[in-house]
């Protein structure tokens, strides 16, 4: 049977939340089979976000964990919490499917719904796919020749092991469940990137390594590392709307 997809979104207050929020919602609701934990970056949940959730009739998961104090690492913890609660809860998490895949899906991201019907659902053990917009790069792949993936073409830190940004892998759930990796920056490579290390600490290599969107003549990007403007409001205080939740 189709494995369950658990996506992971780390979110936190700010101007563009609810217009972000709702962009992955509404995208999200396309998919059956697919449990969201969200995790709020605060000491508690937020009743607009729960309204949203709610109306995109997926099952759903929405933690309040707050950073610990001065932890620097925005959204990291949130996404180590999010780990200990699906080890936790696996069982729960899977309505009528045996497996599962972990993707971790930022909320201001921008996501093709084939990134989960074709890609991210199909994930034997360790899947990735482009990225596009980031890092300094118009895409962000890996490079596969033969169906296997050689290196990574990428400008940021291309001495990264696994030169992969968050949206452009997912994890087969077990490879989770049999471990307890937590996010963190210092990699048995040494290179330091949240993505490599946690893959490293999961003992893969690159040979474990499904590509996914390199079948084809012409490629195509699935998904993009948008980053939504900061709006200029002139004077927050004179608000002509009484809104749902203070965006800050
Ligand atoms: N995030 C968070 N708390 C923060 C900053 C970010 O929970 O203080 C979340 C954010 O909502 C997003 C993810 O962490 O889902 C990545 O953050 P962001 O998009 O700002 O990072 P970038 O796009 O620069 O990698
Ligand atoms: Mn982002």
């Known amino acids: 049977t189709d494995k369950t997809i658990i996506v992971v979104t780390p979110t936190y207050k700010r101007l563009t939340r609810i217009a972000d929020f709702t962009r992955m919602a509404n995208t999200l609701s396309h998919i059956s089979n697919l449990h969201w934990i969200v995790i709020e970056d605060s000491s508690s949940i937020v009743p607009a976000i729960q309204n949203i959730l709610t109306r995109t009739n997926l099952p759903f998961t929405y933690l309040a964990c707050p ?118 920056s210092s990699c048995p490579s040494g290179t330091g990137a949240l993505e490599s290390c946690l893959l490293e600490d999961l003992g893969l290599k690159r040979e474990d390594i499904e590509p996914f969107g390199f079948d084809r003549e012409e490629k195509e990007v699935l998904v993009w590392h948008t980053k939504t403007a900061i709006p200029d409001i002139w004077d927050l205080r004179r608000s002509f709307w009484k809104v749902a939740s203070p965006p800050r």
């Open 67 to 184: 950073s610990p104090p001065n932890f620097p690492n925005r959204g990291w913890y949130q996404r180590t919490m999010a780990l200990k609660y699906i080890r936790e809860n696996h069982m729960e998490l899977l309505t009528g499917s045996k497996k599962g895949v972990v993707y971790f899906g930022d909320d201001d991201n921008s996501y093709d719904l084939r990134l989960f019907t074709e890609y991210i659902r199909n994930v034997k053990k360790i899947g990735m796919w482009g990225v596009g917009l980031v890092a300094g790069s118009l895409v962000e792949s890996p490079n596969v020749s033969n169906s296997s993936v050689i290196g990574f073409n990428v400008q940021w830190s291309p001495d990264r092991y696994f030169a992969i940004d968050m949206a452009g892998f997912a994890l087969d759930l077990q490879l989770i469940l049999d471990s307890d990796v937590v996010f963190r």
